[in-house]
């Protein structure tokens, strides 16, 4: 994603990861915390099909052992104790023996299938504390970069601007025989473009994010951000298609933070998709949300890539900075909402923002 010109101020938003901030702990832990949790109503269940095992085992035992003394009897078989039938005290030892058997055995299944249970509980409870120790070492670490990066930004800023605007003067008086002079020129202006909008994003990764909301229709999002990308996209010869569906509610969003986001996502389609390509801009409301879409007929995001895209500092283009979809992430989470990416059918990208329903309007 493209930040802005020497010439305009970088935006006021952007994302710097610290601790116990909603991205770096809030979402994943609660998807973490979901196996111990299960952990925990399964142990409740199993106890109870525990204690069935060890009756079973007894009413088991109990029957092998009435089915032994009841074919013993059946076969003529008596038992005499000094002269005196003792058959009926022979079923009750053995039933009582069988069914204290079973019981036990019932009861050693029990207590293998309870390690077995508290076993898988710790396992998910350490790869769970491992991930929390790695999400934390990764925003200390992004903490620390972020801190560096906007020192960096302000010292190459201003320079960058000097740079550009003596570039621009020597274009401006050029004569007529001065064609490599000029050509210099803009090559200087374009290379310092390309690291002032580095410098930009630097600057936006490293600041804190302040989100303003109010009651925003997504099709003025699209004409705000359509209006500002139109020489990109006309350089690029794109065609461009809307589709909104009728009557849609406003979101809930920050107007400046979800232009940043859509000229980003417009600027990445552009690059992706050839001369004369397709892009399209699509609206509705799905699951009670207001779902945001830009869709490009380039070579798609491959699969296993999806979830990677959206780390900081990951690129898969040679001059870019890594930091455009990182910073989209976090204003789009800043505003409850969320962002993926998917295919097009037919092939191509499809980038998918979803924001809350405006207050007003839920």
Known sequence: MTGTGPGVAPPRHAWRPRHGSAVASTAPAAQESRPASCERVHGMGSSQ??????????????LLGAVDIASLVWLGVAFEMNGRDVTLLVAAFFGSSFTLLGYLVGWTVEAQRRQRDAAAVIRSQSEAIGAARARLAQSEKLAALGQLAAAIAHEVRNPLAVIRSAAQGLAEAKTPADAEAERASAFIM???DRLANLVNSLLAFARPLHVEPRSVSPGELFDRALLLAADELTAKQV?????ESPALPPAWADPDLLCQVLLGLLANAAEAVPRGGEITLGARVNDGAVELAVTDSGPGVPQELRERIFEPFFTTRPRGTGLGLAVAKEIVEAHGGRIVVGERPGGGARFTVQLPVARMAA
């Not at 525990?50 to 035992?61: H, I, L, Q």
């Not at 065609?239 to 589709?243: H, K």
């Open 49 to 62: 099909t525990f204690r069935r095992v060890r009756w079973w085992g007894a009413a088991g035992g109990a």
């Open 239 to 243: 065609r461009l298609a809307r589709d």
């Open 190 to 192: 374009a290379e310092i």
